[in-house]
């Protein structure tokens, strides 16, 4: 849906600006009040809590919503890296190999920059970054020496990194392949990583930095929510794998009402998935963290990404390889304004191997059913997740060997995130009873994954939660 600031209708205003939700306040928003504090004692109040309509904007998709008309589901990855920031390849390299394996849509997600403008790179450190003179070689018989612009300096030879707007002219397509503007956002507080991915940007965000954790976050939002508002285009701005360096805990995510947006799955190896006897898995915070904000905050779900964040393109075993994770996007068309409106409906699911045909919660009987795309020789167990009305709130810090409290999410009843019901059927489907907070399906293949990125892992799809929306 494209928008300008000439639209009237209040509802609409709140569609075409949830991709930024609770950035820039709408008419009928209420504040959350400051003094609420989250049950760590933390108080919060970073933003809005939202108003009637937008509840209902950024409902889940449902049965006999208009967004259902024409479902078409698209594939796309929304974090990756070039030679523009830390990967080891050419940008065109990377697009052409996520077009040839029928990605519809694309981000690339440097570092704190934009593929804009010049920037040269010395052949040495391509070949020290790549591992060898082989990345070069593919690189001129892919795209051959008219393409490819080199140039002599002083010290070394040099070859110019290629612009979104030139990978753009080869390979998009209308319907078929798209190309997002993005960015990495890479900010830290007290030598914590806090990274955060803008989708569709028009200009460069920089680092605001903050005094915590929760005010970075919030900040670098801000930030987004002003150039979106200025601009008039929506921005998707995601919070990227919060175990990395143990930076941001679940209740830092819950607290920050204004996010909307994490990475349930990121396949760069070195993210503390699973995390640790003291920290809990990525999963486990995705639920503490919808428990806490429907419940105890009033204000919407966290929705989860599958991402690759991938660095390393050359086959290097341990690296972050592409093709491990992704989400696919239900949107009329695909363009970057459809994609993102429809991701803040939760019309999405998240991925690391499953696929689907069909996802759908019916609102009329209150039933979430999924239709698994099968491969041959794997079976499928779909779990329905959740977190049910009157759960143990008790909670408690983790303590060191010394029974000291020790930092990080605190400890929570197995209550939250309980497995609801367990199936087998490649049509698994769930009737809510109407006790939960919420309902998430999480669906796993048999057998080893292909390019795990840590020990043990399936492949996995992840739904969004519904059954929130009162």
């Known amino acids: 849906m494209m928008w ?3 639209i009237s209708s209040p509802l609409l205003v709140l569609l075409a600006g949830l991709a930024v939700w609770g950035w820039s306040d709408p008419p009928t928003a209420k504040r959350v009040a400051t003094e609420k504090q989250d049950v760590s004692g933390v108080t919060v109040g970073l933003s809005p809590a939202p108003s009637d309509a937008a509840w209902e904007a950024a409902k889940p998709w449902q049965d006999g919503s208009a967004e259902s008309v024409t479902p078409k589901w698209y594939r796309g990855n929304l974090h990756t890296h070039s030679f523009w920031s830390d ?25 704190n920059i934009l593929s804009r403008g010049e920037k040269w790179m010395s052949l040495d450190t391509v ?3 790549s591992g060898g003179q082989e990345c070069m070689e593919k690189y001129q018989t892919a795209f051959g020496d008219d393409w490819i612009q080199t140039r002599e300096s002083q010290s070394d030879k040099q070859v110019l990194l290629c612009s979104l707007e030139r990978i753009r002219e080869r390979f998009e397509k209308e319907g078929e392949f798209l190309l997002i503007e993005a960015e990495e956002i890479s900010d830290s507080v007290n030598g914590k990583p806090i990274h955060m991915n803008a989708s569709n940007l028009e200009q460069l965000l920089r680092p605001t930095g903050g005094a915590s954790v929760r005010e970075a976050i919030d900040s670098n939002l801000r930030a987004a929510a002003e150039q979106a508002e200025r601009t008039g285009r929506q921005i998707l701005v995601h ?17 920050v009402t204004r996010n909307r947006f994490f990475e349930v799955y990121n396949g760069h190896p070195g993210v503390n998935h699973n995390g640790d006897a003291n920290r809990p898995s990525i999963e486990r915070m995705w639920d503490i963290v919808n428990t806490l904000r429907i419940d105890k905050f009033d204000v919407l779900p966290l929705f989860g990404l599958a991402v690759d964040d991938s660095h390393n393109y050359h086959g290097k075993p341990g690296g972050s390889h592409p093709g491990r994770g992704w989400v696919c996007v239900r949107a009329d068309q695909l363009n970057a304004e459809q994609l993102i409106g429809a991701m803040q409906r939760g019309d999405f699911y998240a991925s690391s191997g499953v696929e689907l ?22 079976t499928y167990q779909t779990q329905f997740i959740g977190t049910r009305k009157g759960y143990d709130t008790k909670t408690q810090s983790k303590k060191d060997a010394n029974g000291k409290p020790m930092p990080g999410t605190r400890a929570y009843s197995a209550d939250i995130g309980e497995v609801l019901a367990t ?15 919420y309902v998430r399906a999480v669906i796993t293949a048999s057998g080893d994954h292909p390019d795990p990125s840590f020990a043990g892992q399936k492949a996995q799809a992840w739904t969004q939660p519904v059954g929130w929306e009162k």
């Open 423 to 437: 199936s087998d059927s490649l049509n698994p489907k769930y009737p809510l009873k109407g006790d939960e907070l």
């Open 87 to 111: 990967g080891d390849d050419f940008p065109e390299m990377i697009v052409r190999w996520y077009a040839d394996q029928g990605y519809h849509f694309l981000a690339l997600t440097d570092h």
């Open 127 to 129: 070949e020290k970054r």
């Open 357 to 378: 045909k069909a996802l759908q919660f019916n609102k009329q009987n209150q039933i979430l059913e999924l239709e698994i795309v099968p491969a041959a020789g794997v």
């Open 4 to 6: 300008t600031k000439t």
């Open 239 to 255: 919070l990227n794998h919060p175990n990395f360096g143990w930076a941001v805990t679940a209740e830092d995510l819950a607290a």
